[in-house]
């Protein structure tokens, strides 16, 4: 079969081969998956340029989120059959044939197509977590997401609104305006024309929001904080926008806000039950059409190496999906 390897640390174009290589075996607590579709994400970008916060020995493997077909299931893994459709998060997933842990797969909603269901796992388990069990977030509240046009803030603004929340979307570009409204946002600012910060004090009456989703970082943090309510809740998923957040814990106090850190595979390791059920109710939420990936491109496996660069870019919107 064919996988992609990084073979060197470099831009994405530059750092992958196609590699022919052996069809994994089946192992203890282990699934083999024959791969339909391998959903891309940032961690892609990072891992090709030795950036990410593992650094497997080349070469390796890419890749971290797919939905595959069921061929061969290890000794002790029970629930599966050959010719179940399943999804899973786990590195190393960009091959035509995949051996992941039976513990990281879960049964791929009808309701979603291949490509959708591969981008289920961590964008919507991130935010799922995020919301709900970080901040809490309840009906009526105003929800502000940054990078709204992107994976991870597209399934915030759907899990916001499916939470009854209002959605305010923070995009770069007019193009990403298109994308965040698609997802669901009420409301959408291009931060290159306007200032998010008036933006939401205006449009909650100046109380501002009261949970922020922030996979941004940096500056965008800062800004935040002169548009949060009284008792809201900042989420800190990520620092997409290259640097890292820094918190001024006297303005918290004063403001009456927290701070919530998001890592939403420290749950697979601590709290694994609370994955599952997650999973459960993303995939109801998927079947009531409250929820559905905004897939923006299906790339052909073959491709994988211009998709990847092109989301290390920042030109992409949504999700990029490979297909096989």
Not at 18 to 39: C, D, F, Q
Not at 75 to 91: I, K, M, N, Y
Not at 173 to 182: G, S, Y
Not at 208 to 223: E, N
Request: aromatic residues 6%; charged residues 20%.
């Amino acid at each position: 079969m064919k996988a992609w390897n990084v073979v060197t640390n470099a831009e994405p174009r530059d750092a992958l081969r196609l590699v022919e290589a052996p069809s994994p075996a089946a192992g203890p607590g282990m699934l083999v998956l024959a791969t339909r579709a391998v959903a891309l994400n940032f961690p892609d970008v990072l891992l090709c340029r030795g950036e990410y916060q593992e650094k497997p020995p080349l070469p390796f493997v890419p890749g971290i989120e797919l939905c595959g077909t069921v061929i061969g299931i290890g000794e002790g893994v029970t629930g599966f059959h050959v010719g179940d459709r399943v999804v899973a998060s786990h590195l190393g997933v960009m091959a035509q044939e995949v051996a992941v842990p039976a513990a990281s797969a879960f049964p791929a909603p009808e309701s979603l197509s291949d490509a959708e269901a591969a981008a289920l796992c961590i964008g919507y388990q991130t935010g799922y977590f995020g919301l709900h069990r970080r901040a809490r977030i309840a009906p009526g509240e105003t929800l502000l997401v940054h990078a709204a046009a992107g994976g991870v803030g597209t399934a915030a603004v759907q899990l916001g609104k499916a939470a009854g929340a209002t959605v305010i979307g923070v995009v770069g570009n007019e193009a990403k305006r298109l994308v965040a409204e698609e997802a669901g946002a009420d409301l959408v600012i291009n931060r290159t024309t306007g200032d998010f910060v008036e933006v939401v004090n205006t449009a909650t009456g100046g109380r501002g929001a009261d949970v922020i989703y922030d996979p941004v970082g940096g500056s965008t943090f800062d800004r935040s904080t002169r548009c949060i309510a009284f008792e809201g809740r900042i989420v800190v998923v990520g620092f997409a926008g290259g640097t890292l957040q820094t918190a001024r814990m006297n303005h918290a106090l004063v403001k009456n806000y927290a701070l919530l850190g998001l890592h939403w595979a420290l749950y697979t390791k601590k709290a694994p039950e609370l994955v599952s059920e997650a999973h459960e109710q993303l995939t109801l939420l998927a079947d009531k059409g409250l929820i559905r990936p905004v897939v923006t491109e299906t790339v052909p496996f073959e491709d994988a190496p211009d998709a990847i660069q092109r989301l290390g870019d920042g030109t992409t919107a949504g999700r990029v999906v490979l297909t096989l």
